[in-house]
């Protein structure tokens, strides 16, 4: 008799259980994902995660003491601020961008993210804040001055990146000249410089911004030769969940008011001085 009241009240509590459990609602990060309030859930917390390439300069990277530094650093805290939200960063491996966004692991991705048609079938973009172009670098001692002079010779380009997309998708530029009609890809634009140094390759196509940025603040700035391609320009902007649309909006009215009060031309000089300026700054001042 005691076993079988035990028996009952030991279901009775299992249900109860469930029920608690059910009526909690706790979804899956990859089902808020999907169906995302992002803005809401960040006015909640007052705190937005953002992925990054962490070795992107000077969009994004980490110095030496371990801070994270960079243009889009600034200009993601400078419209966050606004709406008293904190920035966290968090470095992500950038060929699986989009995955930790679909993810629920990180809530944008804002780190010299070129806008793409690829990329638009997954991703919502804020409007764009700076115009990029695909550049190959190679040494001067390669003797390379133009794309066809890279027949036979071994080409890097970081995985995931629209520089990535532009060989695939453009093959008589780069893809059908170089060896193996492959390149070699990297993890990061930091990597494949070491290789470009050691001549293990001998052309890196890569983003303008990066590489001047780059160049510059080397020991050797003159060995280094740029050449231009024939790759479209491309434009920078801030990507998020497809159903985002008000923390879209905000992005958006955020940037739009740093360039009309000035800040994001200072952002602008700070990292480039003279040499880029934001679309959006030339908007405001027509």
Known sequence: MNQKVNRFFGIIVLIAFTVILSGCRIESPKKMASNPDTWQQVTKSKKIVIGLD???VPMGFQTKK????GYDVDLAKAVFKQYGIKVDFQPIDWSMNVTELRNGTIDLIWNGFSMTPEREK???FSKPYLVNDQILV???SQNISSFADMKGKVAGVQAGSAGAMDIDNQPKVLKNRIKDH???LYDSFTDAFIDLNSNRI???LIDSIYADYYIAHQANEGSYQTIPSEFPK???AVGMRKGDTKLKQKIDEGLTKLAKNGQLKKIDQ???GNKVSSPLVNEVNK
């Open 54 to 56: 962490d070795s992107f």
């Open 66 to 69: 371990g801070s994270i530094v």
């Open 122 to 124: 997954s991703v919502l």
């Open 138 to 140: 190679t040494k001067k």
């Open 182 to 184: 492959s390149p070699v």
């Open 202 to 204: 001998q052309g890196l």
């Open 234 to 236: 491309e434009k920078y």
């Open 270 to 272: 700070k990292w480039f």
